[in-house]
C-alpha cells in the first residue's frame, strides 16, 4: 500500500511542472523559442506580454509604464562601447490620417491671420474664409471719444435684415483680444464706428 502511495505521489510531481491555471499545459520548446522576445496576443485585444529568458514566464505589459519597469527589471546593461559595435535598426511607421486643418494635432497648429481691417467710419468688409477650428479676433481702438462694434456676419446675410449681436463692442482707447466660435464658411465683418478708428484681425488656429 505505501509502494502505491509513492508511486502516486511521484507521477504527481513529475506532471504538475507542466499543467498550468485551469488546466492549461505549458508548451517548454514554444517557451525556450519566444525566451527574450515580446508577443502580441493578436486573438484578443493585442495585450503585449515580455518572456523572461532566466525563468521562462511570461509578464504583463499593461501599458508603457509597467514595459518600461519590466525592462528595467528584466534588461541586461551594456557599456556604451559595446553597444555600439552592434547595428542599429529603424523602423518605418506610416501615418495613413491626412494632416488637414481639421485633424491636425492641435499642438502642431498655429495662429494665423485670416483677414485685418482698419476702419474710421461704417464699413462692411470683403468676405474672408474659417476653417471652423478656433478663433479669435485682435482689436484695437483708438479715440478717447470712439466707441467701436464688430459684427461677424456669415456670407449672404446683412445686419440690417436679420440682425445680430456685436462680437466686439469698445469704447473709448482700448485694445485686447476675444475668443471667437464660428462654423466653417464664408464670413464678412460689419464694422460700426464713430470718432475714431478701430483696427480688426481675425486669427484661426490651423
Not at 505549458?26 to 525563468?55: C, V
Amino acid at each position: 500500500m505505501k509502494n502505491k502511495i509513492v508511486l502516486f505521489t511521484i507521477a504527481i510531481l513529475i506532471v504538475a511542472p507542466i499543467v498550468g491555471y485551469a488546466g492549461v499545459k505549458y508548451d517548454a520548446k514554444l517557451t525556450e523559442k519566444m525566451k527574450g522576445k515580446i508577443l502580441l496576443q493578436i486573438d484578443s485585444k493585442g495585450e503585449a506580454w515580455y518572456i523572461n529568458p532566466k525563468d521562462g514566464k511570461r509578464y504583463y505589459m499593461k501599458d508603457g509604464n509597467s514595459a518600461l519597469q519590466i525592462m528595467r527589471k528584466f534588461g541586461q546593461g551594456i557599456k556604451t562601447t559595446d553597444l555600439e559595435k552592434i547595428p542599429v535598426g529603424t523602423i518605418e511607421i506610416s501615418n495613413t490620417t491626412s494632416k488637414t486643418p481639421e485633424n491636425q494635432p492641435e499642438a502642431q497648429k498655429q495662429w494665423q491671420s485670416v483677414f485685418k481691417v482698419s476702419a474710421s467710419s461704417d464699413k462692411q468688409t470683403e468676405n474672408f474664409k474659417l476653417n471652423g477650428g478656433q478663433q479669435k479676433i485682435v482689436y484695437k481702438n483708438t479715440g478717447s471719444m470712439s466707441t467701436c462694434y464688430v459684427y461677424v456676419m456669415k456670407e449672404n446675410t446683412s445686419l440690417d435684415k436679420d440682425g445680430g449681436f456685436p462680437t466686439v463692442s469698445i469704447d473709448g482707447d482700448k485694445s485686447d483680444e476675444t475668443m471667437m466660435r464660428k462654423e466653417a464658411g464664408n464670413y464678412y465683418l460689419d464694422i460700426k464706428t464713430v470718432n475714431g478708428v478701430c483696427d480688426v484681425e481675425v486669427f484661426e488656429l490651423r
